[in-house]
């Protein structure tokens, strides 16, 4: 059969959806043309609601996502013509729309968006900012003494106001990670205790902190992850005695400065070490406050017991790993890296991480992934190429992809539900509507 | 008489005949009835009762049964099992004996001496034939009437069994070479009978004397004197058989990244971990890009240009840069004033000068023009001055040897063996091999009248890979120096050759800006039966633009990427697809 035959094939659908009732329509079978794409069955739908202001919808045939046309996607999915196609639909994610954009000093590195209040970027210029919803600077966290690679927010420390206090977890390139207690109240900004987490012996590039535990973990390019409590480390200001003295020792002799090094280490002792990975350690993302996976530049991700400090899993992957992801329920995971795809893994449908599913469209490296923290279908993910793009792993083409920077974009991160910031080399950060447009 | 069963259809398929009572027509024209056998029954009983019955065939084109005979059943056997159709030997009776007889008694000497008989038989022949009257030459004619020379008008060369060939023989001379025409001749010719020369002189010449003479030599100089067996084959098979690129996953294929300074670029390194990318400048200035981002993080400004750069292979922050007859050793993250020192000035003897925690300088007699890093970063050696002196310096132990006499030949590059202490020399003609504990030469590679450019040794130092100025690459086994492999490519001179420290990967590039990617797959001791082998992946072409100083290579150190520079102020990124 010819592809004109096959647009040309009547085809008997029958809509359902999970929508409230004000969206449903009869589930009995009408007949529509096999030629017609998302927007025809999405207009079928709105004239069946006999609606004023048209809803765009997506379709969904046994859980893909229609991207061409219904007789094809029937035909690829070896449905028969005479049988009732079940089609099930939901509302269509509009496409994202650019809002505040607010100049950063210097490139942003990394973006966490997981706290309502606030949007936290780390910059080149060695600096954690924080920034209102609507892209407001509310202060600047200083301390380290390189770029920031990484930034993290974790749960303030018991007793403090939930509502409105948060950790900042900075990892930097002077192989510390330092903790910033913030609290917020009304548009000013507290600084609390700093905290430095001192043990790396390169540049600290990734950090995370785990959902209900007092824990985070970094990675670096010394081919390690560590796992560090939120309230160990050293305050930050006996650390700042301690570097006037290092400095006026500097100008002595180079050992007397590894000697003070050295004593420096031996004072934490509170982390715990992962040994097993045999190239720069490029990602951490946890599964679960017992389980931590890495992803690194030897093609691997990994798993870890935190408990033991034991490797559990060694999964080798098509590339490099740059960034990694896992989702809230721990069952799947997003990484990407220098093949410049987005690779989305279930181990329930695949025992290995290379045969997982590969989303291609980014013209360079893929710097971020994130998953959407309200649907658990949808990815964000940013690339070298400067793009921004929404994926929904049931189909195999991106949702909406955005040109959101001039040069590479390094971050991307969900901001709630609706929102979405990205920051990259030109030293903006940018905010995004995106949302099921009703 | 001709037999009145032929058949005489011809050449015509017996199925037409299946429907008629009759299968064709003899030659008289009357038809041949088809042998209306016996019902299957019948048949199948007669059979049973005659034993012989599986020789009986029925004869389509006749339509009647015959029999085989015993000897068709030996004919038959004989045909089928490939042998000849009648027995060479079947005549002979007691073979065995005769053979006994050979192999068991003397041999007589009748064997040995000319038949006595025959000799006797042959005289006799010669005295009948020349009793004989002169025969008639009409009835001879008659006699030769069927005979013909069945090789007339064959120009043949007679191949013998060494394989030798024979000199074609000339035309055997005709009636117009004679001295002596018969008669008749004369006649046929129209000559007078008088004609009858006395000597050689009063001949007339042969007008196509000399040429036939000349003809004749260029025979006997042009004739192959030996049988050549040519081979025939197609162009595919003598081809070695090699993988398809894409199993030999991954090779750098495409640009991912670019570092771009607003400045010409002298040198470039990676460092060993991977993570920073150095490049020094015409401009005296150093930038170090984060290899990840591509961020530049540090700009230090000297007042001469580094002409190279090499980042220390272990200790992490740790760069080596030629300054003109200076080599520093410098911490790349520390700011460091080098403003008062005169990098061009030159010392008597090798001297290192501290000046700071871990920054120091090696003076040299003359202007540095390379350093190569040995893996464990103890040791590095330098290229300096006109007369190409090479010098090996320890850096934990600040001394500066020079094991090896001053040559003549520039020198073009030098590099450690990355697990045995051997130190290679490359020069235009050969790359000596010394043996640093015994400061003796080793080896020497060299193959024919190539005219080396650039060396490299691979990461397990079981091959030396050389680049040629004819566009070859030369590729030596360190163990054994008379295994070589030439691997030619069309195109420009060899800039620099370099082998991936993990993957098995090397990569050349020439003066024509091609980057020509190679997998390699080397023996070890202990699989000496696979060939060595080594398969073009992938080729990267410049454009003109891009062609200006591009023989800058490197791999990174872990993955399979390659930097490269393309165009003056720019470092691409190549990686996997």
């Known amino acids: 059969m010819s592809n004109e035959d096959a647009s040309d094939v009547e085809i008997a659908v029958s809509f359902v959806t999970r929508l409230p009732e004000e969206f449903r329509v009869s589930e009995s079978a009408i007949e529509v043309p ?253 599964e679960s406050p017992q389980v931590l996976w890495t992803g690194a530049y030897d093609n691997t991700i990994r798993a870890w017991d935190v408990e033991t400090g034991e490797e559990k899993e060694s999964h080798h992957t098509n590339s490099s790993v740059h960034t990694l992801d896992v989702s809230r329920g721990g069952s799947r995971f997003a990484f990407g890296g220098s093949d410049r795809l987005v690779n989305v893994w279930d181990p329930r449908e695949s025992a290995s991480a290379k045969a997982c599913l590969k989303l291609k469209s980014h013209e360079g490296w893929v710097s971020c992934v994130r998953w959407s923290p309200t649907n658990e279908h949808h990815i964000v993910s940013s690339g070298y190429d400067g793009k921004v793009k929404l994926w929904d792993i049931r189909g195999r083409v991106p949702l909406h992809s955005v040109s959101s920077h001039d040069g590479k974009n390094f971050a991307v991160d969900y901001h709630g539900g609706e929102r979405l910031c990205s920051g990259g080399d030109d030293g903006q950060l940018r905010f995004w509507n995106v949302g099921s447009s009703k | 008489m001709f037999d009145d069963t032929i058949n005489s259809t011809g050449d015509v398929p017996a199925a037409w ?60 056997r004989r045909m089928q099992a490939g042998r000849l159709l009648t027995d060479p030997l079947a005549h002979i009776t007691g073979i065995s004996q005769i053979m006994e007889n050979v192999v068991s008694t ?56 060494s394989g030798s060939v024979r000199v074609p023989k000339p035309l055997p001379p005709g009636n117009h070479f004679s001295f002596n025409p018969p008669a008749e001749y ?30 004749r030599c260029l025979d006997l100089y042009l004739c192959p004197r030996s049988n050549r067996v040519r081979v025939n084959m197609a162009p595919d098979e003598i081809l070695p058989q090699l993988p398809s690129p894409k199993s030999l996953k991954p090779f750098p294929e495409i640009l991912t990244q670019s570092y771009t300074i607003s400045e010409k670029i002298m040198s470039m390194s990676v460092h060993s971990s991977g993570e920073w990318l150095a490049c020094s400048t015409k401009t005296a200035k150093v930038f170090i890009f984060d290899i990840h981002t591509g961020c530049c993080l540090q700009k230090i400004s000297f ?8 980042w220390h292979p272990v200790k992490p922050r740790i760069l080596l840069l030629i300054l003109g007859c200076c080599v520093l050793v410098t911490d790349a993250f520390s700011v460091f004033d080098a403003s008062n020192v005169n990098f061009m000035e030159t010392s008597e003897l090798m001297s290192w000068i501290q000046l700071g925690v871990s920054t120091f300088i090696v003076r040299h007699t003359s202007i540095v023009k390379e350093i190569v890093w040995h893996e464990k970063g103890c040791y590095f050696a330098t290229i300096f001055g006109t007369k190409s002196g090479v010098m090996i310096h320890n850096l934990d132990k600040q001394e500066s040897q020079s094991p090896f ?75 054994s120096s008379t295994h070589s492999k030439v691997i030619s490519m069309r195109g420009a001179a060899i800039g620099s050759v370099i082998c991936h420290e993990k993957y098995p990967l090397l990569a050349t590039v020439a003066f024509d800006g091609d980057v020509n990617i190679f997998h390699i797959s080397e023996t070890s001791d202990f699989d000496s039966t696979t060939e060595p082998m080594i398969v073009p992946v992938n080729t990267i072409k410049s454009t003109r633009t891009e062609i200006v100083d591009c023989c800058r290579i490197q791999f990174h150190p872990c993955q399979p990427w390659l930097f490269l520079q393309r165009g003056k102020a720019n470092i691409g990124l190549f990686s996997p697809m």
């Open chain 2, 186 to 215: 004369v006649a046929y010719l129209g000559k007078s009978s008088d004609y009858a020369p006395k000597s050689l002189r009063q001949l007339h010449s042969y007008e196509n004397f000399t040429r036939e003479r000349f003809e």
């Open chain 2, 17 to 76: 005949y299946r429907d008629l009572s009759h299968v064709g027509y003899n030659l008289a024209g009357q038809r041949l009835q088809r042998n209306v056998g016996a019902d299957a029954l019948s048949k199948l009983l007669n059979d049973v009762d005659d034993r012989s019955s599986w020789r009986k065939l029925s004869d389509g084109l006749t339509g009647r049964d015959f029999k085989l005979s015993q000897s068709d059943i030996v004919l038959l």
């Open chain 2, 405 to 479: 006499v001053k040559h003549d030949a520039p020198i073009l590059g030098t590099s450690f063996h990355p697990t045995k202490a051997f130190f290679f020399i490359c020069s235009q003609k050969s790359v000596r091999m010394y043996n640093l504990k015994t400061q003796e030469l080793e080896k020497k590679f060299s193959k024919g009248t190539a005219v080396n450019s650039c060396m490299c040794i691979s990461s397990s130092g079981l091959s030396l890979f050389v680049g040629t100025r004819n566009g070859n690459l030369l590729w030596f086994d360190i163990g």
């Open chain 2, 303 to 310: 007042g001469i240009a580094p002409t190279a750069i090499r």
């Open chain 2, 106 to 161: 003397t041999e007589p000497k009748r064997r040995f001496q000319p038949s006595k008989w025959e000799a006797k038989s042959v005289l006799r022949l010669v005295r009948a034939l020349r009793q004989q009257p002169r025969r008639n030459v009409s009835a001879g004619e008659n006699d030769i009437q069927h005979t013909r020379d069945i090789w007339l008008g064959v120009q043949h060369l007679v191949h013998n069994s």
């Open chain 1, 34 to 286: 096999g030629r017609l794409t998302r927007y025809g069955l999405s207009e079928v739908v709105n004239h069946l609601l006999g609606a004023t202001t048209p809803t765009p919808f997506d379709f969904l045939i046994d859980g893909t996502l229609l991207r061409t046309s219904l007789a094809k996607l029937a035909l690829r999915l070896g449905k028969s013509a005479e049988a009732t196609l079940v089609v099930e639909y939901v509302p269509a994610l509009g496409p994202p729309t650019a809002a505040e954009t607010t100049k950063c000093e210097a490139w942003v590195s990394s973006i966490d968006g997981s706290w309502a209040k606030a949007v936290v970027t780390g910059s080149f210029d060695g600096k954690a900012r924080l920034w209102s919803p609507v892209g407001k600077l509310l202060c600047e966290l200083e301390g380290a003494e390189e770029r920031v690679c990484s930034v993290s927010l974790a749960p303030p420390s018991a007793g403090a106001d939930a509502e409105n206090a948060c950790v900042v977890l900075a990892a930097s390139a002077d192989h510390t990670l330092r903790s910033y207690a913030v609290t917020l109240t009304g548009k000013k900004c507290e600084l609390g205790e700093q905290r430095v987490f001192k043990g790396h012996e390169g540049t600290v590039t990734d950090v995370a902190s785990a959902y209900g535990a007092r824990l985070f973990a970094s990675c670096s390019v010394d081919c390690t992850a560590r796992v560090w409590k939120i309230d160990g480390g050293e305050s930050a200001n006996e650390k700042v005695t301690k570097k006037r003295r290092t400095s006026k020792k500097s100008e002595a002799t180079d050992d007397d400065a590894m000697v003070d090094d050295a004593s420096a280490k031996i004072g934490l002792g509170e982390e715990l070490v992962l040994r097993g990975h045999t190239d720069q350690v490029r990602a951490v993302s946890w």
